[in-house]
Structures are given as C-alpha cells and as structure tokens.
C-alpha cells in the first residue's frame, strides 16, 4: 500500500496568497494570515518565499503563465475577434462571481507605488502582455470586418482594460454585478456590436 500523497506546501502557500490578494489586496495580508489558514508555522512560508516580495513575484509570474497558456489555447479554437473578447469578459466576470474578487492587475496597479521594485516590473510586464493580447484581437477585428471604431486600437484596448478593471471595484463596493454587465454592454457598442448585444 502506497503513502498518501503530500500536498505540495508551495503551492498552498500561493493558492492561500492568491485568495488574500484579490478579496484583501496585497498590502492588507501577512504570513500570519496564510500560515493561520493553512495550520503551519510562519517559518514554513519563509522556507518557500523568504520575503513578501519573493512571494509576489511568484503570484505575479504564476498569472503571467497562466495567462500566456490561456492565449494560447485561443489561438487552438476556431474563435473569430468577437468570441475572444467574450472569452476574456467571461473571465472578468467570473473573478467578481467567486467572493467578488477583482482580478490580479486591479489589485496590483491600484497598490503599485507600494510594492517593491521586483513587483513593480512583473506588474509592467503582465500589463503589457494583456495590453498587447487585446491590441492583436481589435486590429485582427478591424482587418476582418468584426469591429468598426476610431483611433488607435492600442488606446482601445487601454480604455477596455480600464473600464473592465475600474468595473470590478464599483461591482463590488455597489455590490452588484449589473454594473460589470453594462460596463461590457458600452465596450460593444463602442467595437460597433450589432448581433453582439445580449
């Protein structure tokens, strides 16, 4: 008969950490707090990530993996523009629907003159990646016919993010999900939605 198999302690450690930083934010939890959830010793979580920082930096690169195998399995289905930008709505969604949690950037732009320097240049570069994902998909809509705006997509999807970020934070202080469902209403219409409103 086999031993049972251990959990892997590092990886409850980030599970706990990522839970505190999207319902708290990065600032308002301790070791106390992931220690205490997860009936260990604060020594434990120095063993794995001996600063906070070593511990936001791999929260920070855990969602940029996450987030580049999640474009990359876009690029596998037969998604157009549209249903890739739904996609990513669905996912904004779904943060505030578990605990109204808000998603990874809001948290860490909204803290970002307080975290470290090593935090701040994981931020900037997972900003840019989601900036740089959602470029690709309006100018891959505008080539193809999907949307119809003015300016630079970049701008477009600066502002889409923005709003997507900022909707989350008054969902939950107004507690209420309608706030997200108009604010992605306004994005379509201005990508020029016909079909796409529901």
């Not at 590092?10 to 950490?17: E, H, V």
């Not at 998603?103 to 860490?108: E, M, Q």
Request: proline fraction near 3%; charged fraction near 25%.
């Amino acid at each position: 008969m086999s031993a049972p198999i251990k959990p892997d302690t590092k990886k409850l450690i980030l599970d706990t950490a990522e839970e505190l930083l999207l319902t708290r934010s990065f600032s308002a939890f301790s070791y106390q707090h992931i220690s205490t959830a997860l009936g260990v010793k604060n020594a434990a979580v120095h063993y794995h990530y001996p600063s906070k920082t070593d511990l936001g930096v791999a929260l920070i690169q855990r969602y940029r993996r996450r987030f580049a195998r999640w474009t990359a399995q876009q690029e596998t289905l037969a998604g157009d523009p549209w249903q890739k930008l739904e996609w990513y709505f669905d996912l904004v969604v779904r943060y505030y629907d578990q605990n109204q949690r808000i998603c990874p950037t809001g948290v860490l732009s909204a803290e970002f003159l307080v975290l470290e320097q090593p935090m701040q240049t994981e931020t900037r570069a997972f900003m840019e990646e989601l900036l740089n994902w959602c470029e690709r998909i309006l100018v891959d809509g505008l080539e193809k016919g999907y949307f119809r705006f003015k300016g630079r997509a970049r701008d477009r999807a600066a502002v889409i993010m923005a709003a997507l970020q900022g909707g989350l934070q008054v969902a939950r202080v107004l507690d209420s999900s309608a706030v997200l469902d108009d604010i992605i209403k306004q994005i379509r219409l201005g990508l020029g939605a016909g079909g796409q409103l529901g």
